[in-house]
């Protein structure tokens, strides 16, 4: 995130102190910071170069170019379309980088190339685009979008064990170029946003994307967490705010602050295993269904063919045959 700026001349440890995070950090690869930090020093640099795009490309993209991206799509009637709008968008601000989504079978593929090669921050540019043009699709249509893979053009960095949590497990790196597939049907889901949502989105936006539609966060992890150990079992939200000695209301609260809700995270929780198992194992259906909680394995299938747009026996199908 820094290296547009400290290529521009600006010093990194300066940045970091404006928003309490001490310098240390940048000479372990190991350390981590809160997420709100994160969301903040986000915003920082963004105000501070005056570009969204945190100085990485030839172009800058000025602040206030993220809310025209939002405003572009929120009037999409599908996600197809929305994202079409949102690659056009780009193409025009960062003019060195080719986008563009394509429907391959069942699947769709978001792709993202160098037009010029990149000189600063290359991996970082990567990360931060495929993060924009996810989140922002996840946030528009009010639900989380699984990426069944993604190939990334780079060598495998050393946070790579951190992009479990970011984007999916199901990551491979030298590729050359990058390609996100999901489900093709998904493009199909109805955008969900207004301008009284926009105008709630925007406040703390767009370093708040980094927040939303990730499994990292602490009052988040901790309540998966607590519902992973009680699997087959489903706990309702009355007891786990109990376990977390928490009332119902604070616990809604603060995981709303934290861009989640006790059934986003239950319904991410359950998508999460299933698609682990349905990949990695041959378990029968019917068995992982009753692993996850689900009374009847028909309601199984309805949320997975919800959650990738094809049944579990066609989703294994289709990794089994690349």
Request: charged share 25%; net charge neutral; hydrophobic share 50%.
């Amino acid at each position: 995130m820094l290296a547009g700026a400290a290529h521009t001349g600006h010093d990194p440890a300066a940045l970091l102190a404006a928003v309490g995070i001490a310098a240390d950090c940048l000479a372990d690869d190991a350390a981590r910071i809160p997420l709100a930090d994160y969301a903040a020093l986000y915003n920082h640099v963004n105000a501070v170069l005056d570009d969204e795009a945190f100085g990485l490309f030839a172009a800058p993209m000025r602040v206030g170019c993220f809310e025209f991206l939002c405003r572009a799509t929120i009037t999409a009637p599908q996600l197809g379309e929305a994202l079409a709008r949102a690659i056009r968008f780009l193409r025009a601000l960062l003019p060195d980088m080719e986008i563009g989504i394509v429907r391959d079978g069942d699947s769709a593929l978001l792709t993202i190339a160098e037009g010029q090669p990149l000189v600063v921050g290359r991996v970082f540019a990567y990360e931060w685009l495929l993060r924009l043009l996810h989140g922002l699709s996840c946030w528009l249509v009010g639900r989380g979008i699984a990426l069944d893979a993604v190939d990334f053009p780079y060598p495998r960095p050393a946070h790579a064990d951190d992009y479990a949590q970011i984007y999916t497990a199901n990551s491979r790196f030298d590729a050359p170029r990058l390609a996100a597939r999901i489900a093709g049907n998904l493009l199909e889901l109805p955008i969900r946003r207004d301008e009284a949502a926009l105008q709630r989105f925007l406040d703390g936006a767009p370093g708040k994307l980094t927040m939303l539609y990730r499994n990292d966060r602490e009052l988040v992890m901790r309540v998966r967490d607590h519902l992973r150990a009680a699997l087959p079992e489903v706990p309702e939200l009355e007891a786990t705010a109990a376990a977390l000695r928490l009332t119902p209301r604070t616990l809604n609260r603060r995981l709303e602050e934290e861009g989640s809700s006790f059934r986003a995270i239950k319904d991410a929780l359950r998508r999460d295993l299933a698609l682990s198992r349905i990949a990695k194992t041959a378990q029968p259906v019917a068995d992982l269904a009753a692993d996850l909680g689900y009374a009847d394995p028909s309601a199984f299938y309805r949320a997975f063919v919800g959650w990738t747009g094809v049944s579990p026996s066609a989703y294994r199908r289709r990794l089994r045959d690349g």
